[in-house]
Each structure stands twice: as C-alpha cells, then as structure tokens.
C-alpha cells in the first residue's frame, strides 16, 4: 500500500507536471495574429474551462491488462464504478476491445514503452456519445491512461473543421507556424508547421538559431525586434522578412514576437507566430504585374475605356477616353455625361443606359454625338455593359468607347462622292442625250425658227397670221432655249475666261432683280466680304447661277407668304471663295434634297419649270471646278452655297471665236450650202439668196466633193454630221485639192461639239454657227466672214 501510494503521489505528480507544461504551452499561443490569436483564445478559454469544471480521468493498467488504479472521474465517465474496473481486464469489461485502435496505441505502449495521445469516442448506455482525450504513458507496472472528456471541443472543432483536439489541432495542425526561443533566439519548442515553413526535421530545428536561415541584414532586424520586446515587455505586430530554407530556397514569412514569462514573471524568451506569405507575396506580385499590364493595356489601346456610377459620373478611365473628349485626367474625375453631349442626345443617352440598368444587357453598338471641351464635336461608338458589385448588384456602367468622327467623316465624303458621281451620271447621261438628240432637234427647229421670221417679216401679212406666227416663234425660241441648257451639260457652249469680282457680279445680279425683288416684298441682305479675292471665271456663266438661284428663293417665298427675306453672304475660306443664298421660304423636304440637281426634277407645277435652272447651275459650277448645295428643313426655308476656287492665272479659253467688226458689206457671191436635211438648205438659201447671192445646195458629202472639184466658191457652209462622209472629213479633202477654199469654210451644227472635234475647231480656227439660228443671224455670220 505504501508502494501504491507512492505510485498514486508520482502519478499525480506526474499529473500536476504534465498540467503545468500544458498550461504553459497554452499560454505560449497569443499572438497578436488576428486569426491565430482568435483561434488561440478560445482554445484558451475553452482548455481552461475544461480543466476548471471537471477531473481528468486517471487509470493504471499492468501489463496483464488489468484495473490496478481508476479514480472517481473514470467511473463518471464510463458505465462501471471503480470496484467493477479494479481487477478485472479491459477485455473483461469492453468485449472486442482488442480490435479496436485504442488498444493497438495500448499495446504499443506497453511493448515498446513509447507514450501515445490519442483521441476516443465513447458511447453511453443511453446511447449518447461523449468524446476523450487520452494521454497514454509507460509507468513502472504497465501503463498510465489519463482522459480527458473533450467533447466540447469535438464539437468546436466540428465547427472550425478541425479533427484532433483544440491545443493538439492549433499546434500541430495549423497552417501558422507557432514557436518558443530563448533569449539568445534558439529554438525550444515550435510546431510542425514551423518545420514546414524552415524545411527542417523537428531534430534539426530544435536549438536552432534564427541567424542560421536569416540574411545578415533581416538578422539584424529581428535582433532589433527582440530587443524591443525584451525592453518594452510588449508584443510586437507580425513582421514580414526574407528566410532561407534548408534546400537553398528562398519564402517569406510574417512574424509576430510575444515575451516569455516564467513563474516569477521574468522574461526568459519569446513566443510568436509565423505564417508563410511566400504565395500572397506571388499573388500580390502577380496582381502588380497583372495591374501594371492592364493599366498599360488601357493606357495604349486607342479606344477609350470608362467607368461611371449610375448617375453617368465618370469613377474611371484611360487616357484615351481623355483624348477623345479633351478635357484633363483631374477635369474628367466625377465629370457627368451631360456636360460633354448636347441637348438632343442626352435623353437617347440616359433611355440606353437605362435599359442595361433594367435588363442587365449589354448595349454594343451605341453610336453617339459629343461635343468636346474646345467646342468641337466628333462622335463616338459605345459598347456598354452593367458595372456589378460583389452581390452582384448593378453600381453603374462600364464600357469601351472609340472614336468614329473620322470614319462619320470619310463616310459623309463617301456618301457626297457617290452623290456626285450619280449626278455626273445623269448629267453625262443627259448629256448623252443632247449629243445624239440636239442634231434631230436643231435642223428642224432651225427651219420652225427661220421661216416664221421670215413670214414675220412681210409687211403685208394679216394682223391674226402674224399673231399665230408669233406664237410659233417664240414656241421655237423656247425651245433652242431648253436645247441650249440641255448642251451646257454636254460642255457646248465656249466659256470666256477672265478676272472677275464676285461682289460685283453678285451685286450687278441684285440690281438686274431690284425693281421685281422690291415687287414682291422681298428684302435683300448682303454681307459681302470686302476683303474677297478676285478670279479666274466665266462671268456671265456665274451671274446665269446667282440670277438663277436668287429667282428660285424669290419664287418660293413669293408662293409661300406674299413676302420674305434673302440674305446673300460671301467670305473666303482658306483657298475657296464661298456665296451663300439664304431665304425663309418653306424649305426643301428631306426626300427631295438630294434631288434638287437632277436634270428635268422639278416640284413646280407643269408648264412653270422645266427641271434644268439647278442642273444647270449645277454644271457651270462644276465646270468652274467648283462645288454647289443646299441646306434646308422643311418649314425654315433654305440656303444654296456655290464655293469656287481661287483662280490667280488666266485660263486658256477652250473655244474662242474671231472677233471681226462688221464694218464692211460682203459682195454678191457664190455660196455652197452642204446639209442633209432639206429644211435648212432651203431656208440657207431662201435667206442668203434674198441677200444677193448665188447659193447652191448639195445634201451629202461625196457629191459635194465632186462638185468642188469642177467648180469654185466664195464660201462654203457645211455641217458637221453627216451621213456617209462626215463635214470635218470633207473639210480634210478640200485642204488637199483646194486648199484656199479651206480657209472660206464655215461649219454649221446643231449637234454636241465633242473633245476630239473641238480640239480639231481651235487647231484650224475654223468658223463655226451654231444651230438653231434665224435669218438676222445667219446674214450677220456670213457677212462677217466674206468681209473679214
């Protein structure tokens, strides 16, 4: 008995000395580490709350696997007293126990003398479960069983997903390091995680000293922390540093530093915490890199990238997104969408922004308008997308912007040159046909023109015949004047070329509208640019434009209110001299503005337009190689803009004819008329043989030939378009057998002069009429000629 209370007083010796090192270890886990210390106090807390509130079991078992010794706790834990355990055998008392891993730990402590800590789950009779720890050390007559009920913190441990008991679990199973140094920084406890982070056994580590895996320079600086903590006696917030492990690899560690107390409160060491931030230095390095290649990304990409809050305030964007708009990075930041659209934009703006808030849709393809900060617009291509946060929730728009006020522009050029060049086809269409229809038209109108001047011209015709014949001429005349716009398409008539003023040709066409203008209660303003340059042009070609132009606003505003107003402007613009024709007519609808030009589209009614004044305008400006168009809403009126380039040298006039004066009268002379159409012939030589002279008419080139070749003539006039043998290959042949009467030719057409002809006319200086023409003018042209 006495040995056996010998046993009993070691035993609780042993108990109180394996109690003080557990509370001693316990102690040794604050930190300062938020989660660590968190973790470490209420397994603190809990540990202390155990100890505090029950006894831990205690039982010796020899080695014949008998009861030698329980205490009262055992009894409190299991189904049998104390007097029902002592003597008896485990297998005694718990059938098949020998197959369960509990007794394999107790076999290997009692055969190998090894200590063992085990965790046990326990079931109650009432079928409750209640879980132990078990402490399992070799004592003199077999082994030492403590256990402890750890239930509670089975159940915390369920919570934290931890597996073994808490201090065990905190030790040795957390992913922190926990370690204990001496004052000269050896190693004198530490868990497996610290072994971890080093790369070393746990034999290799204990005693060693920090310098051994630390730089010169970090060595230093954790000298420093130690001292502070050893002077100040207070813990110390983790720190990172640089370690070496054992296999030459380099991590990086965050430590916490707590002085070590013994018994009488003196400090003997230090404790902490360290925790592996080698990835969260990669990660962090991988997101500064990947930060740094997505700043660069968005700041060298030329389409802009923002962010803004639901309320169209800017939170983000690149540089780009800051050229675009023109404004600073600091004049950007909380900038509204507002400030930089116009007024008709800013509700289509808000309806898209709205519909991604309410869809959650992206929007791609938004095309918008913007004004930039020195007033210029431009407009931009939007693809938006709802900005989230982490819930999910829609906190504003993001998106990417490019800028297409190039492209807008490239394509309104587009748009203008296919405009124009289906223009050019439809005047070189018409064009086409003037060529092939002025001929048909000009013979016979030639003969309706002349023949009813010449009845006209009787003196003693019936009052009522020379009224119908009238009507008959000017029908013809209107007619020549439509046959003479139709050939300005097909470059018939001979430009004169000079220096010209435009406020004055501007002003000379007012004055020749003033009287009809005041008429019909049309005021005129005029903002003409003193300073305009001079130039090379047309100038009666351009007063034909403006005349034309200025008659059109008065019409319209005339039909429209009995009254208005023309404002005419003109200003130069770097090389371009630019008139503008205002009125406040009803305007030009959108479906006809593109219309206006075409050859015979008119809106008037019928018999008060033929279709050709702007066509007409149109080709003379172009001829000019200028520009000409309208600007127009329906309601407010509309304004035409000619531009015509400034022109410092003088052209060379394509066709010029010889200016003679008539101061002679032409001799009595045999003339020869060559023509295929009787109509004229007849008229040439009714009219020239009332003159005096001796005519004769031949209706194809090849007897003409024939004739010349026997007979001689003063003059011959001869058209262009012939069947059979052309005028202008006749004309050769007669170089060659005559070439004196060459220089007496005079060609008459009414056909479209082509390129080649008309170099061919400028070349020989050759005469030329143009049909239709009337008796007056057929006398003046030969008279002129024979004279000259």
């Known amino acids: 008995m006495k040995d056996e209370a010998k046993t009993k007083e070691q035993l609780i010796s042993e108990l109180a000395e394996l109690r003080q090192q557990t509370t001693a270890q316990l102690e040794t886990l604050k930190t300062k580490h938020k989660k660590v210390e968190e973790v470490l106090q209420e397994a603190e807390k809990r540990y202390r709350s155990i100890l505090d509130g029950m006894m831990e079991g205690c039982q010796i078992i020899n080695s014949d696997w008998r009861y030698v010794y329980v205490n009262d706790a055992v009894a409190s834990h299991g189904r049998y007293s104390k007097d029902e355990l002592l003597g008896h055998t485990m297998m005694d008392m718990y059938p098949g126990i020998e197959d369960t891993e509990m007794f394999a730990q107790l076999r290997q402590c009692m055969e190998k003398r090894t200590p063992h800590r085990m965790e046990n ?53 957390m992913e922190d390091g926990y370690y204990e140094v001496d004052l000269a920084g050896n190693y004198t406890f530490f868990n497996d995680a610290t072994c971890r982070a080093y790369g070393y056994s746990r034999d290799e580590m204990m005693g060693m000293n920090y310098r051994a895996y630390t730089s010169e320079e970090d060595a230093k600086k954790v000298f420093k922390a130690f001292n502070q903590v050893y002077r100040t006696g207070k813990p110390l917030d983790s720190r990172s540093r640089e370690i070496f492990r054992k296999d030459g690899s380099r991590r990086f560690l965050e430590n916490s530093a707590s002085p070590m107390r013994d018994q009488e409160g003196k400090i003997i060491g230090f404790r902490g915490v360290g925790r592996d931030i080698t990835e969260r230095k990669q990660m962090e390095e991988a997101l500064r890199q990947s930060e740094e290649r997505y700043r660069t990304i968005l700041e060298e990409m030329e389409d802009g990238y923002y962010e803004v809050d639901l309320a169209g305030n800017f939170t983000f964007f690149n540089d780009a997104e800051c050229r ?43 095309t918008f308008e913007v004004v930039r900060k020195d007033g210029g617009t431009g407009f931009g291509e939007l693809a938006a997308f709802p900005l989230r946060n982490q819930e999910g929730k829609i906190i504003g728009f993001r998106g990417v912007s490019r800028d297409i006020t190039e492209r807008k522009r490239m394509e309104e050029e587009r748009k203008e040159l296919e405009q124009k060049a289906q223009l050019a086809s439809r005047l070189a269409t018409v064009g086409e046909m003037a060529s092939g229809i002025a001929h048909e038209i000009n013979n016979p109108l030639t003969g309706v023109i002349g023949y009813a001047q010449l009845l006209l011209a009787k003196k003693d015709l019936p009052e009522d015949i020379k009224k119908e014949l009238s009507i008959i001429n000017d029908g013809g005349q209107r007619v020549a004047g439509i046959v003479s716009k139709l050939l300005t398409f097909a470059r018939q008539h001979k430009p004169q070329r000079d220096y010209v003023s435009i406020n004055d040709l501007i002003a000379n066409t007012l004055d020749l509208r003033a009287y009809e203008l005041k008429s019909s209660n049309i005021k005129v303003i005029t903002h003409l640019d003193p300073e305009l340059p001079g130039t090379i042009a047309d100038g009666g070609q351009l007063q034909q434009v403006f005349l034309n132009l200025i008659v059109n606003a008065e019409t319209e505003m005339k039909l429209a209110h009995g009254k208005g107003k023309l404002s005419v402007k003109t200003e130069r613009m770097d090389n371009t001299i630019r008139i503008s024709f205002k009125d406040d007519g009803p305007g030009i609808a959108k479906e006809n503005i593109d219309k206006i030009f075409n050859p015979f589209f008119t809106t008037r009614e019928v018999g008060e337009g033929t279709g050709l004044g702007l066509s007409m305008c149109h080709g003379i400006i172009a001829e000019h190689n200028g520009r000409i168009y309208a600007e127009s809403k329906l309601g407010k009126g509309a304004t035409f803009v000619v531009e015509l380039p400034v022109v410092t040298e003088t052209e060379q ?125 057929l006398k003046r042209a030969v008279n002129r000629i024979l004279t000259a």
């Open 121 to 173: 789950e326990f079931t109650y009779p009432n079928g409750a479960k209640s879980w132990f720890e078990l402490s399992i050390e070799p004592a003199a007559e077999g082994i030492l069983v403590l256990s402890t009920d750890i239930t509670e913190h089975k159940q915390a441990e369920e919570v934290l997903r931890q597996s073994e008991e808490r201090y065990r679990t905190i030790l040795e199973e």
């Open 653 to 777: 006039s394509e066709l010029a004819d010889p200016v003679v004066e008539e101061t002679k009268v032409a001799l009595k002379e045999k003339i020869l008329v060559v023509d295929d159409e009787p109509t004229v012939l007849l008229l040439v030589s009714r009219v020239l043989t009332d003159e005096g002279h001796e005519v004769e008419t031949i209706d194809n080139a090849d007897d003409a030939l024939e004739t010349i070749e026997h007979k001689r003539y003063s003059l011959i006039l001869l058209d262009i378009k012939m069947p059979g043998m052309s005028g202008i290959e006749l004309y050769k042949r007669i170089q060659k057998i005559a070439p004196s009467l060459a220089r007496r030719i005079v060609f008459i057409t009414g056909d479209v002069i082509g390129a080649s002809t008309t170099a061919f006319i400028v070349r020989t200086k050759v005469h030329c009429i143009m049909k239709p023409f009337d008796a007056e003018q």
């Open 324 to 366: 675009q708009l023109g404004y600073s990075r600091e004049e950007m930041m909380g900038m509204n969408y507002r400030v930089y659209t116009p007024k008709e934009e800013t509700e289509r703006v808000y309806k898209a922004y709205n519909q991604i808030y309410r869809t959650g849709e992206s929007n791609k393809g938004f």
